[in-house]
Nanobody, 119 residues
Framework: VQLQASGGGLVQAGGSLRLSCAASGSIFSIRAWGWYRQAPGRQRELVAT??????KYADSVKGRFTISRDNAQNMVYLQMNSLKFEDTAVYFC???????????????WGQGTQVTVSS
């Protein structure tokens, strides 16, 4: 399974961006999607997840970011509003899925997309 993320770019503080991530390949079912980010010199951190149990957000993005999914298209989105300088990072999408019914749970990562917020 391959993930292709897109939608990053340069935006001024207070602006918005929408990230997209598409999964391709053999997927029986998707258990969960996640968006993570990694800023220079820092560890990768969880931004948001979406699954059958609902959505979860990092405290730093609550009320500003919204994760959503398109099950028919095997896609996930991250709407980012009121962006701050500290949101600058490479954003990665992640999918947790099954190749086949009853099979092992697997995970795949996208290549990352750069988000730069100018102050």
């Amino acid at each position: 399974v391959q993930l292709q993320a897109s939608g990053g770019g340069l935006v001024q503080a207070g602006g918005s961006l929408r990230l997209s991530c598409a999964a391709s390949g053999s997927i029986f079912s998707i258990r969960a999607w996640g968006w993570y980010r990694q800023a220079p010199g820092r560890q990768r951190e969880l931004v948001a997840t979406i699954s059958g149990d609902g959505t979860k957000y990092a405290d730093s993005v609550k009320g500003r970011f919204t994760i959503s999914r398109d099950n028919a298209q095997n896609m996930v989105y991250l709407q980012m509003n009121s962006l701050k300088f500290e949101d600058t990072a490479v954003y990665f999408c992640n999918v947790v899925f099954l190749f086949y019914s009853g099979g092992p749970i697997r995970s795949s990562w996208g290549q990352g997309t750069q988000v730069t917020v100018s102050s």
